[in-house]
């Protein structure tokens, strides 16, 4: 019970990693997001950009989904267990995903291993499903990085930045 019940699809975000294909076009892309493909533009809303009457950031929104995913997880009986074991993720996942990252792109790195950590997290406890790191997995898979919101948070969608072809 390495990563617990949902040990497969733990390791489906950690091959996907190492597989290096970040930003690379992959499987189609998935229609609950507003894409964009002008890189200055797609780390402005991941940086810079309010959303909402909260004012929030786009790193407040993807910490407080994580919240809400810890907060469910923290009753299970292998949170301890499977929270120390994903821990050393966080040792090698962003050399992993450094070898992924090249030029302009390398700037994403913080994010993406923490939308990829808390991916693989999420699916430790809930297996894959449709919430808000699944969307955020879909998007990478599709060769995207999600890098803001296009709405009032909690209502909208998912913005993705996409290498222009």
Same mark, same amino acid.
């Given at each position: 019970?390495? =990563?617990?019940?949902?040990?497969?699809?733990? /390791?489906?975000?950690?091959?996907?990693?190492?597989?290096?294909?970040?930003?690379? *076009?992959?499987?189609? $892309?998935?229609?609950?997001?507003?894409?964009? @493909?002008?890189?200055?533009?797609?780390?402005?809303?991941? +940086?810079?950009?309010?959303? #909402?009457?909260?004012?929030? !950031? +786009? %790193?407040?929104?993807?910490? $407080? /989904?994580?919240?809400?995913?810890k907060r469910e997880a923290?009753? %299970?009986?292998?949170?301890?267990?499977? $929270?120390?074991?994903? %821990?050393? !993720?966080? /040792? /090698?996942?962003?050399?992993v995903v450094r070898r #992924?990252? %090249?030029?302009?792109?390398?700037?994403?790195?913080? &994010?993406?291993?923490?939308?990829?950590?808390n991916c693989a997290f999420?699916?430790?406890?809930?297996? *894959?499903? @449709?919430?808000?790191?699944?969307?955020?997995?879909?998007?990478? $898979?599709?060769?995207? +990085? *999600?890098?803001?919101? @296009?709405? &009032? =948070? *909690?209502? #909208?969608?998912?913005?993705? =930045?996409?290498?222009?072809?």
């Amino acid at each position: 019970m390495r =990563y617990g019940i949902h040990t497969e699809h733990v /390791e489906e975000v950690l091959r996907f990693a190492q597989a290096g294909a970040l930003l690379v *076009p992959g499987t189609a $892309r998935p229609i609950h997001v507003t894409q964009i @493909d002008d890189l200055a533009q797609a780390k402005l809303l991941a +940086w810079q950009e309010v959303y #909402g009457p909260e004012e929030l !950031l +786009w %790193s407040d929104i993807r910490q $407080r /989904e994580m919240s809400n995913i810890k907060r469910e997880a923290y009753n %299970s009986e292998t949170f301890t267990e499977v $929270r120390t074991t994903l %821990s050393s !993720l966080l /040792e /090698e996942l962003p050399s992993v995903v450094r070898r #992924g990252l %090249s030029g302009d792109h390398a700037e994403l790195l913080d &994010d993406v291993v923490a939308d990829l950590f808390n991916c693989a997290f999420s699916r430790a406890f809930h297996g *894959p499903g @449709d919430g808000f790191f699944e969307r955020l997995f879909a998007v990478y $898979r599709a060769g995207g +990085w *999600p890098c803001g919101w @296009d709405g &009032d =948070y *909690p209502l #909208g969608r998912v913005v993705a =930045y996409y290498r222009s072809a």
